[in-house]
Each structure stands twice: as C-alpha cells, then as structure tokens.
C-alpha cells in the first residue's frame, strides 16, 4: 500500500511569484486536508477537499487555493507569495472527514525570497 | 474558538525515565483526539486516536489516555529512538458542515543515553 507522498520536496520562490504543490492521497482515501507548518509550531489548517469540493477552510487568504482530482490526488497553488509563506506544507488524507485519522505525507519546504 | 494546549514545550529523559506529555484542550464537540509524532524535516506520524472520555490506547511503551479536558501521553522505559516532537491534536466542527483538526505546538522530547 503506498502512502501520501508530496512534490517537489524542495523548493525556492522570490517574493510575488506563484507556487503549485502535489499531494498524491493514500489508496482508498477520498479525503485530502493542507497545512502550513512554521518552524517550531504546530500544524496549521488551510483547507480540505472530499471528493472534489472543498469541505472547510481555516484563517488562510483566497490567494490559497486548491483542487482535489477525480484520483482525489490534490494541489496547492498560492498567489502573489510573500516571504512569510515560507513554512513546511503537508498534505495529509484519511478515509473521510469527521473522526478518521489523518495521514501525513513527508511535506514540501517552501523557501520565499 | 478551539485551543490545543501542549505542556511541557520540551522534556529532556534519561533512557528508561518514565514521564508523561501533556495536551488540555477547550472545544465544543469533540470528535476525536489524535496523537502523532514528527522527526525533524518529515511528515507527522499517526499514533492514536481517542474519542470519548476514559478510553485509553497502547502501542509498545506509549499509552495514550483522554478525559473531558486533557488528554496524557504517557511513555514508559524510553530509548533514544523515541526522540522526537510529539504533536496532540482535536478535531471539533468549524461551522458550514466541516470539521476542523487544530494541532497544539508539540512537546520536543529528548531520551539521552
């Protein structure tokens, strides 16, 4: 069984530019949620798809956006980025939205310069 | 609005020095209460889930035990591979059908040999 996995792993933007990252979801997981992690902090919510629509959305501004595809593998793009973006984003899938865990991919580490 | 507190932010053991991790929370309708582990640069990894008051979860020398307002991870004899940040988190309803996981900031735990 393969699990989460995320593209790239590494990358490095300049400031303003825009950034697509991939998450390809556990077999069988219809669910995909994106977090940004800072350094030294927890996880932070940004939104979760469940087959295709987007099922909730935590205090992130519209220049965060995403899709979930009919494979429910999932991208985030984000807009105009600043240099506060620079975090870790996880993407993490489960077997639905209320009460299942989550599991996690390795991440990408995003660099704004 | 939900709040995930861990304590202690960092726990420096001996190898085979017992201790327990600690994560009180305030939400309205908790719907599980998730413990997971996180190496440096990777993604979290799931450990347990704990849904109602009173139950309690084992795996090797972690056990994980919930009440109305806190939930314990308790490590027993641990090794130095058991070094890691130890990540609590609650998902509870966000409003407009979803339901949101809201992570605390983690315990950094270090097992010196």
């Known amino acids: 069984e393969t699990g989460v996995t995320q593209s790239p792993t590494h990358l490095i933007k300049t400031r303003g530019q825009q950034v697509t990252l991939r998450c390809s979801s556990q077999?069988?997981?219809?669910?995909v949620s994106w977090y940004q992690q800072a350094l030294g902090q927890g996880p932070q919510f940004i939104f979760q798809?469940?087959?295709?629509?987007?099922?909730g959305r935590g205090n992130f501004p519209p220049r965060f956006s995403g899709l979930q595809f009919p494979n429910y593998s999932s991208e985030l793009n984000v807009n105009a980025l600043e240099l506060d973006d620079s975090a870790l984003y996880l993407c993490a899938s489960s077997l639905g939205t209320v009460g299942y865990e989550q599991y996690f991919g390795p991440g990408t580490r995003l660099t704004v310069t | 609005e939900d709040q995930v507190t861990q304590s202690p932010e960092a726990l420096r053991l001996q190898e085979g020095e017992s201790s327990s991790l600690n994560c009180s929370y305030t939400v309205s309708g908790l719907r599980g209460l998730f413990w997971y582990r996180q190496d440096p640069g990777k993604g979290p990894e799931f450990l347990f889930t704990l849904y109602s008051a009173g139950e309690e979860k084992e795996k090797e020398r972690l056990k994980a035990t919930l009440t109305k307002k806190e939930s314990f991870l308790h490590i027993t004899a641990p090794k130095p591979e058991d070094s890691a940040t130890y990540l609590c988190a609650v998902q509870a309803y966000s409003g407009a059908g979803s339901y949101q996981l809201t992570f605390g900031k983690g315990t950094k735990l270090s097992v010196i040999p």
């Open positions: 077999s069988g997981h219809n669910t």
């Open positions: 798809y469940y087959r295709e629509e987007e099922n």
